[in-house]
């Protein structure tokens, strides 16, 4: 809970008496909260830094840095063609390495269409697809001869995450209201839905349109969002005063 509230705050470091305010939503004790506080802190996730503490691990930081990014959906125009990467050209790595390359090729949004090979259309910005560390991913830029939405709706389960951005809208449309009026009994509940939300947008495959099917929801969804999480942040800033 602690390092889901530095990932969505700006910037990313809030006082100790602030976490144990968010904390306090879910019933969780001070004392619980700053041994959490402490322990992540000794562990290098966290540093503390003119009295507030502060996302210090680098893969948080690319953590937070990918969660912005999704929120934001930024692509480019797609002239047809899409990104191609085949792992496995090096020396037999690792069981940790190999997942470490996986996560990053999800992360750059590629899905994978047979062992070794991931690929997706080539509509992101150019420093959001088509690297990999260490040089373990060979890149091609292709275009397919076969059906391109068809291709796209085997790789990406899109009905699926189209029924549950609708499900969260509709999550959200329940306590907008509320929210607006300054219900901080909600806020519990809206942290949470927050995340279910965040977690929608990184799952996005942030497809061109021509790929997608006709009533995609991935724009309503984030225009939504944008509605509630401004209410939000404002019941929870009057909830902070009493953490100051």
């Keep these: 809970m602690i390092l889901s509230v530095l990932l969505g705050s700006d910037p990313p470091r809030l006082s100790p008496r602030r976490l144990v305010g968010t904390t306090d939503l879910f019933g969780i004790t001070e004392g619980t909260t700053r041994t959490a506080l402490s322990r992540l802190t000794a562990a290098g996730e966290l540093t503390m830094k003119d009295g ?18 999704s929120r934001m959906a930024e692509t480019r125009d797609w002239d047809g063609s899409w990104i191609h990467a085949v792992t496995g050209t090096e020396q037999r790595r690792a069981a940790s390495d190999r997942a470490a390359l996986r996560g990053e090729l999800a992360r750059q ?6 062992e070794g090979v991931w690929l997706r259309p080539d509509n992101l910005p150019d420093d959001d697809a088509g ?4 040089g373990e991913v060979v890149w091609f830029v292709s275009e397919p001869v076969s059906d391109a ?44 839905l927050s995340a279910s939300v965040l977690r929608q947008f990184q799952a996005d495959p942030l497809l061109p349109t021509q790929l997608l099917p006709s009533s995609w929801p991935g724009q309503e969804l984030r225009s939504q969002y944008d509605r509630y999480d401004a209410a939000y942040r404002a019941v929870l800033k009057g909830w902070f005063r009493e953490y100051v």
């Design 52 to 69: 507030r503490y502060e996302l210090s691990s680098q893969s948080l930081l690319r953590r937070r840095a990918y969660q912005t990014a």
């Design 109 to 114: 949004r590629l899905a994978e269409l047979r």
């Design 131 to 134: 690297s990999s560390a260490n």
């Design 149 to 192: 939405v068809a291709l796209a709706q085997r790789l990406w389960d899109l009905d699926g995450w189209a029924s549950e951005a609708t499900n969260l809208r509709h999550s959200m449309g329940r306590l907008i209201g509320p929210l607006e009026e300054g219900d901080r009994s909600k806020l519990a509940e809206g942290f949470v």
